[in-house]
């Protein structure tokens, strides 16, 4: 036995628990610290390391597997952990950082940060990850795809502004090849949907939404699969549209939003604009924002907020966009 029960005594009231197990994801490594008998453990970031910590720690029966969102590399390590029904929250570095700070664990090394990551899990309980199928993650590469290829068109037309005739001829020929490979990706997308039905309902409900088009639906079922399953507070919180309080004492500070999925909310911010011109419910939502003096950026964020907020509600209605839905 370690140096804490692994069925700790808990106060009245206290989310806080001592079975999660935070774990610190670099390209190579896992370190991973069990707050139950405070124990480290290290292994490979690869195929028999990811089988290897699945094997010693599925038998611990943790409360939350927490790990941190590191460009791709924790996402072997949890598509296994969810699959064999493990709970795991893929939580933003940032929030993790700023916890750091607030609780004074200035000095940092793989094994403190995972023991971070672990006290970050237990005391604040993000929200778990939800298991996708296949054809899902099949999308959500393809859009990440997608969305690679359409910053490198974008960068390669801006440099035709003060390109000579020598060089535009180039930059011409890789537009043209990087819009055949964004043709190619969205096809192998929308051939992707058509295969499962209930995501392809899912995709239909939400492009019934004014301002949100099919391929901007089928991106966020597929970045966002826990939609239609949250609640109103979650789906904010998850998206990183919900107002958080910066106050303290009697100074009052703007309310500021972040967290959650960045590339959700760039993905959907044309869409919403779109929404504010189209869709009758988001344009009156900004509208009257605007009349009690909100600033316009801020007010944008709260429609895409709201916008989240219908989708989900559609999605777990299986109801199709009407403005009274709203």
Sequence with gaps: MGRHSATPHRKEGSKMNNRCIGIDVSKNTL??????DGANLKVGNDEEGVRKLLAT?????????????????????????VSAGLPVAVVNPARVRDF??????????????????????????PPKT????????????????????VAMRTAEKNRTEHARD??????????????????????????LVRSSSELKEKIEIMASFPGIAEKTAAAIAALLPEIGALDRKQIASLTGTAPVNRDSGQFRGKRMTGGGRKRVRTLCFMPT??????????????????SRGKEKMVAVVACMRKMFVILNAMVAKKQSWKPDFA
């Design 31 to 36: 370190d991973v610290h069990v707050q139950a």
């Design 57 to 81: 720690i599925q038998p611990m029966e943790p409360e939350l597997i927490a790990l941190e969102a590191t460009g791709g590399y924790e996402e072997r390590l949890a598509e296994t952990l």
């Design 100 to 125: 750091a700070k607030a609780t004074g664990q200035l000095a940092k090394t793989d094994e403190i940060d995972a023991r971070v990551i672990a006290l970050f899990g237990s005391m604040l309980q």
């Design 130 to 149: 939800e298991e996708i199928d296949e054809t899902t993650r099949e999308i959500k590469a393809l859009n990440v795809r997608r969305g690679q290829l």
């Design 166 to 191: 020598a060089v535009l001829e180039s930059i011409q020929a890789v537009v043209a090849a990087l819009n055949l490979q964004i043709d190619e990706v969205e096809a192998g997308i929308r051939e």
């Design 273 to 290: 604009l779109a929404a504010i011109r189209f869709n009758p419910v988001i344009r009156s939502h900004y509208e009257a924002l605007l």
